[in-house]
């Protein structure tokens, strides 16, 4: 059980609703009537499929494998060790994947920072992508929490609205797509948590001497609240399950703050036009009060802004003499480095800002050894050995 190392803030009683008595939408079994009805096809979670509970107790569908990588554009541009982690995690539990090239961003960065789009657009692109996956033969896995928070809204807008199905269908028509929707829209770090037990059994490094805090990522526990994974045995279901149950089946302490409800600051509109609010923000709401409250040796989320805008704020920060320097993860990053994947070639912690080595050094990570080994496979690069690093060359 996650420890208290402060009272949880008067925010949390947003999450105290009777999961019995509030059941939310049935969304699935709204998406299975509309096929019923003919009016599109639904892409079924393939099996094996592992179950779990969302906020109010409806049993939700995370697929093992054969899976379809909706990527990330913060997470390919910004963090790729993100993805790769990802990937990597995949590959040493044997399990099938597809990551596309004909994928296309969710767009869901023009709808939340912009609001010029409008929603047949919108909706068009989400069932372009899963039309793209329906016809891989592979299910979507959305690595990004913003995609996934945007296609939940989606799916919202098109259940209850015909003119708008119809709209969309016109389009997919044009480009010859299937009308198609996922019976589950599932977020990598559902899959990672329906997967932490078999990772947890993988590890190699002994991670009980780590404490950790977590950051919830807004779009995955906040929009349609009710498609998140919760469970009684964290937090009492009073928060999403997702990452701390995670760290916990790694043997990680996860350490409360106050401020747990917060934004990490991204906020859309503010890391476009008040980006020092947003940094301050990340510093002052965020980093601090987990550095003052719990004092861990790192915190971790499960989403591109997220990761981005806790890692990079401090640097700014540090010319400002404020408490800073907490490294930031993604829980697919721990994740493959409790398996033993390597900090550059595959988790890619160089492109974080804040100084992590200290983390990997707790963790039993030799990370001037691995460094060298990185800086050999970057030679090789410079002088045509070799055209780029394979995943052999990343799993040796």
């Not at 807004?218 to 998140?228: G, P, T």
Request: proline share 4%; with cysteine.
């Amino acid at each position: 059980m996650p420890i208290n190392v402060h009272v949880v803030s008067r925010s949390s009683r947003k999450f105290e609703r009777d999961p019995e008595t509030v059941k939310g939408e049935e969304l699935r079994e709204q998406v299975l009537e509309l096929e019923a009805r003919g009016e599109w096809i639904v892409h079924k979670v393939p099996e094996p499929w592992i179950t779990v509970k969302n906020k109010y107790g409806r049993d939700k569908k995370i697929p093992a494998g054969h899976t379809w990588h909706h990527k990330s554009c913060g997470q390919c541009g910004h963090i790729p060790g993100y993805s790769t982690s990802i990937f990597w995690l995949h590959r040493k539990l044997g399990l099938d994947y597809h990551d596309p090239r004909d994928q296309t961003s969710c767009t869901a960065w023009n709808y939340y920072a912009s609001a010029t789009s409008n929603a047949a657009a919108q909706a068009a692109v989400a069932l372009r992508n899963f039309a793209s996956a329906y016809q891989s033969g592979y299910y979507p896995l959305i690595h990004c929490a913003t995609s996934y928070g945007h296609y939940k809204e989606v799916r919202a807008q098109l259940l209850h609205s015909r003119k708008l199905r119809d709209e969309v269908r016109r389009i997919l028509d044009a480009m010859k797509r299937p009308f198609v929707f996922p019976e589950e829209i599932v977020h990598y770090s559902e899959w990672v948590h329906a997967m932490r037990h078999r990772i947890a059994e993988r590890r190699v490094l002994d991670l009980s001497k780590i404490v950790a805090t977590v950051h919830p990522a807004c779009h995955y526990h906040k929009l349609v609240a009710e498609d998140a994974i919760y469970d009684p045995d964290v937090y009492g279901g009073q928060r999403t399950a997702t990452v701390s149950a995670t760290l916990q089946a790694l043997g990680v302490t996860v350490a409360d703050y106050s401020t747990w409800f917060d934004c990490c600051g991204f906020g859309f509109r503010h890391i476009l036009v008040q980006r020092d609010f947003t940094r301050s923000f990340a510093v002052q709401r965020k980093i601090e009060v987990m550095k003052e409250e719990a004092n861990p040796d790192v915190t971790v989320t499960h989403d591109t802004g997220c990761v981005t805008t806790l890692d990079q704020s401090q640097f700014a920060a540090r010319a400002h003499s404020r408490n800073v320097g907490l490294p930031v993860l993604s829980e697919a990053q721990l994740c493959a480095l409790a398996m033993g994947a390597h900090p550059y070639r595959v988790c890619q912690l160089h492109w974080h800002n804040t100084d992590n080595r200290a983390l990997l050094a707790k963790m039993g990570i030799d990370h001037e050894a691995r460094w060298r080994e990185f800086e050999a496979d970057v030679e090789r690069l410079k002088n045509g050995e070799i055209e780029y690093l394979s995943w052999e060359d990343a799993d040796a």
